[in-house]
Each structure stands twice: as C-alpha cells, then as structure tokens.
C-alpha cells in the first residue's frame, strides 16, 4: 500500500503535460469584410457611412471650438465647447442604437456562420482582426493559419 501511495503523485505528475495540452486553435476573421460582403447588408452599410461621417464633421466641429475656447478662454466659448460636447454623445447614443438594431438580422446569421465554420475547422476561439489589431490583443498571428474569413465568405454565399 506503501508503495501505491509513493508511485501515485509520481504518475499524476506525468499526467500533467497531457491535461495542458489543447487542441483548440485561435482564429480571426475580417468582420467589416465579411459584413461587406453579405447579401441584405446595403442597408446597414449606408446607415454607417452616413453616422460616420456625420459624427466625423461633430468631431471637427468641436476640435475648433476647443482651439477657440483655448485661444480666448471667455465663458461663451467654453459654454459652445461644452453644448457641442454634449449634443455630441447625445447624437452619438441614438446613432448607437440605430446601428445596433439596423445590425443585429446580420449579426445573428454572420455569427452562426463564424461559428459552424470554426467549429468544422478546429477552432476554439475566433477575434475580430481588426479589434484586436486596435486593442493590441494579439501581437502576432500567422494569417495563412488563422484567418477565416475567406472560409466564412464562402459559407455566408451558399
């Protein structure tokens, strides 16, 4: 009985290495590309380009009002500053949830879609490219060995 106890932590140890291997491989797929692609998309495309570029002329619009209140420091240029401001995350909350709902019919199909074609082809986890290209989630990722997306285009086309 002496012995089993002994030789027991022994063969767990030996185990271990095995446990921590996985066999589930990370992926990443192109998100916008897919999107782009998809049919029935147009008109969530066009609702993010028009929300894009409005909110791009905001952003310039408060850039120069807080180069003018900087320059002239006087209460009614702080105050524009801080309206702007302000219509500025207001306008930009409901083009939030306009997008959101003008993009959850593709999310649900491109999602599915992501996932069979994960599933199928061995992988464990899928990123977005370009979130974590702009987190600086991954530092390197060999692309010819990880990248889904032309798998998911084919699949999202059938």
Not at 9 to 21: E, G, Y
Not at 27 to 41: A, D, K
Not at 79 to 96: C, E, H, I, M, R
Request: aromatic share 6%; hydrophobic share 45%; glycine share 6%.
């Amino acid at each position: 009985m002496k012995r089993f106890l002994t030789l027991l932590p022994l063969a767990l140890l030996l185990t271990v290495p095995h446990a921590q291997q996985s066999r589930s491989r990370v992926g990443f797929v192109n998100v916008q590309q897919l999107v782009s692609g998809m049919s029935g998309s147009s008109a969530y495309l066009a609702l993010r380009k028009n929300v894009d570029a409005d909110l791009g002329k905001r952003e310039q619009n408060i850039q120069t009002l807080a180069a003018k209140a900087t320059r002239s420091r006087t209460a009614a240029d702080r105050a524009a500053l801080q309206k702007a401001q302000q219509d500025f995350a207001s306008v930009q909350k409901g083009y939030a949830s306009r997008l959101s709902a003008a993009f959850k019919p593709l999310s649900s199909k491109l999602d599915g879609t992501i996932a069979s074609v994960a599933k199928s082809s061995g992988f464990g986890v899928v990123f977005d490219q370009q979130v974590a290209a702009r987190s600086k989630l991954v530092v390197y990722a060999n692309s010819s060995a990880t990248d889904l997306t032309p798998a998911v285009m084919k699949a999202l086309k059938k």
